[in-house]
């Protein structure tokens, strides 16, 4: 084998490595419980936007339900605060993976179970924790409210 083919092989192996790390390697994004299934958007925790030490996945989830309306016609008009949602997020002080979300999801044993294998995540360096950011307790406008 030449020089030439030892570098290129080489070079393949250091590929196939890196997909394979980055197959099983923990994932950071957002996510819905839509019909008892998991809808989410994640990436690579090192792959992540870093802010105040948090590592963050690329969408937010207003931005990415209008994505998914136009895949999904039976979502068109319904609010992507409508399902149950959350985000997890990797925070490198700590080391540790925080999964924000209602909660119901937060003492759901089963959906947590669902969001740990989608996300690839180490039971034992992760959290849950509720947030009221994301409970579906919107209050109904009042007509009032726009009277002038």
């Known amino acids: 084998m030449s020089a030439v083919q030892q570098i ?3 070079h393949a192996r250091n590929l196939a490595v890196q997909r394979s790390r980055m197959a099983s390697m923990s994932e950071v994004g957002i996510f819905w419980l839509i019909d008892d299934k998991l809808v989410a958007d994640s990436i690579p925790w090192r792959q992540a936007d870093i802010h105040g030490g948090f590592h963050n996945g690329k969408n937010d989830h207003a931005a990415l339900w209008t994505t998914l309306q136009r895949l999904r016609p ?3 008009g319904v609010e992507y605060t409508a399902y149950p949602r959350g985000r997890v997020l990797f925070h490198s002080t ?4 925080l999964v924000y979300s209602s909660q119901a999801i937060v003492n759901s044993p089963g959906v947590k179970a669902m969001i740990l294998a989608e996300f690839k995540l180490p039971s034992a360096a992760t959290k849950f924790a509720a947030d009221y950011h ?5 209050p109904p406008m009042l007509d009032e409210d726009f009277d002038a």
Do not use: L, P, R, S
Not at 94 to 97: A, I
Not at 134 to 138: D, F, S, W
């Open 74 to 76: 039976q979502w068109k």
């Open 8 to 10: 290129e092989a080489a």
């Open 134 to 138: 994301y409970e579906n307790v919107i």
């Open 94 to 97: 700590e080391e540790v993976f």
